[in-house]
Structures are given as structure tokens and as C-alpha cells.
């Protein structure tokens, strides 16, 4: 697939995705939480499109409004491991030395866990809830942009208009933010999609495990773990929010493949 | 070559310390009180001190950190709190479950991406190729809480051509590695094509085809061969995340292996088995990480070995 067929299928998904998240309230066409045990369990039909799940609340409200959830989860975590990694990264990258021994070290370490167990121990550790989940993601997540940014930060430390601007005399913060920043952008915005999928994948695994979204909070993964129970009788509870989140994930996929090939074909 | 090793395990040791570390201050650093929240608040206070005294609690943390560190190199990761038995004994009872499963989860996503890649670098533009392209996409889009309970649906409850959960013969193995290795599959198919493709531009091949050698024996000998190096480095790094990921594709399919005890313990709250769990998976993944490593160095005759 060329890169611009793979950008543009992207963000049509991505677009219609948040288009609906933003309307829930306006399109939904019942309360995602409300409740109504003599209508549980009920397959698709007019009223309720995609069927009711076991306490009887729509299905399609709960998806829309859960696509909330997901976009919460997903930029919030990769912002604050953006900003983190950020400021680690540059730190280490421009001034070297003892200090970006020290934290590449303590990157090394973060990087040794397999990032999903770090993230079950921690909400194990301090109780399922949304805000937990955003911590736990990014206690791993700044790493990777730690080592990107300090990466792209000595490839470019040397060049002309870098010591151009230390020699006028700039502050090493302003010539961390104003000169070396904005050359990193588009290589952290690609690094930055992905993380946004990933983070929607690992906040989706840990509501499946019970550790994430507290009830009734409409989460996709939680809405999974509360299909498995009822596989048998009504699968539709499993197949549509999964449907939601491999759409999701597919769309912030192809437009990180797209903006990759772009940068990389602008690089040559 | 010995000193790139020597290096190599100079590194993995202060990086397991310090994983290590990290687990430990994060059992210990919980808020709030695990004796009061392991044995309610209806217990008495002389009950609470009694199991605190027991779990060595009432240590400074200093000292329980050195303690932890001592029994762990004697072997011993302490008692479950509710299971009989060690938490090293207990573990290690579920840990042939999970390298099962891993190990075969690998072994479909092997039989998959090979003929997939394969064929996508030949066809390459063509329908056979952006049908692998489609397969990645999907693969890595669908995640493996969701894939797993499909598979279950339509093909055991629907078709009711295998179990539903469970450990037993190999059809037991068929869905659960499916679920575990589809994200493997997908990120090998990848990858496999893209150095296919970049290999079949070499000089040597453009030598071989003029010596007339047979298109597919130029593909899968000449050119397969010299791709197969980021192949393993890949599957080396993926058998950790495989390790990592058996968690959730275990809880679905109620296998016995380490990620299930690791929600079991979890969800009891037996915090001593927790943090064995999380010690033995980390460790895996590190070991596994090293041996990629270092079976990349011996296999690549071009990296030089320093020195």
C-alpha cells in the first residue's frame, strides 16, 4: 500500500473514530450506564442496535461513549511519557557525561521489564481505576521517547546553528526548546502514534483483567471481560467492542506506517 | 568474542538487581497496610501484629529489602499465603505450562510468517502481497483479549471442533497459540519480506542469477539465508513480549501456566506469590534477551567480536 493510501485510510478512521467519541452524548441513543435487568442480554434489534449487555445497558451508547475512555487513556498516557521522556532525553543527550550514564541506566532497567507485566503489577499493587492505569502505562512508556530523543539530540549537538545558537549565547534550555526541539518533532509524532495504540491495547488488556476501568465506566476491555462470561449465549457482547478497538488500533497503525514512509522518503 | 560476553553479563547483572529492586519496592510501597488488607478489618490487632512479625513487616524497609535479597539468592522467594507450598515450588509447577505454550505459539507464528513473507516478497505489488500486508495489519490491530475469545466462539462453541479451555492433548494448544502468536506472525511477516527484499538486491544475487541458478533456489537459499539474522534477533525479543503476553492469552483459555497464577495471586491478594511471579517472568524475559543477544554474535559471521 503506497504511504498516502495508508495516511488517508488512517485518518478517515481516525476522524470518523473521534467524530463519534465528541457526539456520543449528542448520537448515543441511551445512557451508557443505565441499568434495566429485564432487558439484559438481548441480541441486536431496533432499539438497541447492537443488543444489551447482562445488566441491560445498550450496547452501542456503551461503545461510543467508551471510545471516550480509549481516547482519554491514549493521549493522556502518551503526553505525560512524551513531556517525561522529553526532558529526560534532552538532559541526557545535551549535557552527557555521569548524568546520561545515570539515566540511561535507569532506562536500561525499565526497558529489562516486558512493559505490560510492570504496568498488572502496578495497578495490582494500587487498585484498579483509570488514573492508575495512565501512571502505570507511563512508568515505561517515557523511555522509549527518552532514548529518541536523546538519540536525535546528539546526532544534531554538533551541527553548525546548534553551537551558532549556544555562541550567541542561548540558555541551554532555549536551545534545547527553541533550536534542537523542533528538528525532533516529526520523528516523535510517528514514535507518539504508535504509543497511542499500544497505550489503548494495554489500558483494553488491563480492563480485561479486572485491573483498569472501575464499573460502570464504559471501557472496551471491561466490556470484554464481561462478555467471556457469556460466550455461549450472547457473543455479541465480545464481538463489538473488540471490533471498536482493532479499528482504533488499525487506524493509529496506518497512519504511523504513512507518516514514516513520508519522513523516510523525505530523508533520502 | 569472550570479552564481548564477559561485557554482555557485566550489564545483565546490575540490570537484574535493579529489576529486581524495582519489584520489590513496588510490593513493599503499597499504600495502605497488606496485613489489614489480606486479613480484613475484623481481626484482631494481636492477630495483625502476629502475621506482620511472621512476614518480617515490622522491619525497617532497609533491612527487608537486604533480607528479600538474601533468601532470593538462596533460591527461596517465601510461603503463598494462601496455596500450599513455596512460592518457588508453585511457580516452577506451572512454568512447563507456559514455555508449552510459548514455545508452540512461536512455532505458529514461524509456519505462518515464513510462507507468508516468502511469498509476499516474490509476489511482490502484487494480490498475494498486499494480502499479507492486510494479514499484518489485522494481526497487530486485533489484540489477543479479543482474538482469543472469537477463536473460542467460533470454533469451539460454534464448530465444536476443539476444547474450550483447558490443558490436555495438542489440540488443547491449537487456539491459545493462535491467540499468543498472531502478533508475532504479523511482525515476522513484516519483517521477513523486507529483507528478503532488500537482500534479493545484492550483488551476490545478480551473480548467482547470471551463473543461471534457478529463481527459487535464488529466493529461498541465497536470499532467505542472509535475511535470517534480523529474523532471529526479532523472535528473540518477541519470546520475552510471548512470555509477557501468556498472562492474558492464559486467563482466557484457563491454562495452568505462570501468567494464570500471576491473576490468581493478584486477585487473592497473596502478595508474596505476586512478586515471585513477576520476578520469574522478568528474569525469563531478561535471560531471554541475553541469549538473543549473544546468539546473534555467534551465528553473524560479520559483527566483529572487538578486541
Redesign the interface.
Known sequence: ?GDKLSLRAGVIILAALLGLAALAPLIAPHSPTEQNLEQDLLPSSGEHLLGTDKLGRDILSRILYGARVSALVGTSTVALSVLIGITIGSLSGYFGGWLDHLLM??V???M???????A???T???GPGLDHVILALCLIGWTGYARLVRAEILAIREREFIQAARALGGSPGRVIFVHMLPNLLPALLIQATFGV?AAI?AE??LS????GAEPPTPSW?SM??E??QF??VA?HL??F??LA???T??GL??VGDGLRDRLEKRGK | MKRYLLQRLL?FF???L??LT??FF??H???GDPVEVMLGETVSSADKEGLRRAMGLDLPIGTQYLRFLRALAQGDLGRSLYQQGGVAELIFSRFPATIELTLSAMGVALLIAFPLGVLAAVKKNRWAD?GA?VFS??G????N??LG??L??VFS?GLGWLPVAGRGGPQHLILPSFTLGMVMASVLTRMIRSSLLEAINEDYIRTARAKGVSEWKIWLKHALRNSLLPVITILGLQF??L???S??TE??FAWPGIGRL??QA??TRDYPL?QGC?LV??TS??VV?LFTDVLYRLVDPRVSYGG
Open positions: 500500500m541506566r535507569v536500561d532497567i525499565l529489562a521489564f516486558p512493559g505490560i507485566l510492570l498488572i503489577a502496578f495490582a499493587v494500587l495504540a491495547i483494553g488488556s480485561f483483567l479486572g485491573l476491555g470484554l471481560n462478555g467471556r460466550l455461549l457473543p465480545t464481538t467492542p473488540g478497538i482493532m479499528l488500533v488499525l497503525n496506518l | 550489564l546490575p540490570t537484574l535493579g529489576s524495582l519489584v513496588l510490593v510501597l503499597i499504600p498486499r500486508l495489519l489485522l497487530l490491530a486485533m489484540p483479549f479479543w475469545p472469537l473460542m466462539i462453541i520475552g513480549a512470555l509477557a503476553g498472562i492474558i486467563t482466557i500471576t491473576i493478584i486477585q505476586v513477576i517472568i522478568s524475559y531478561l534477551n
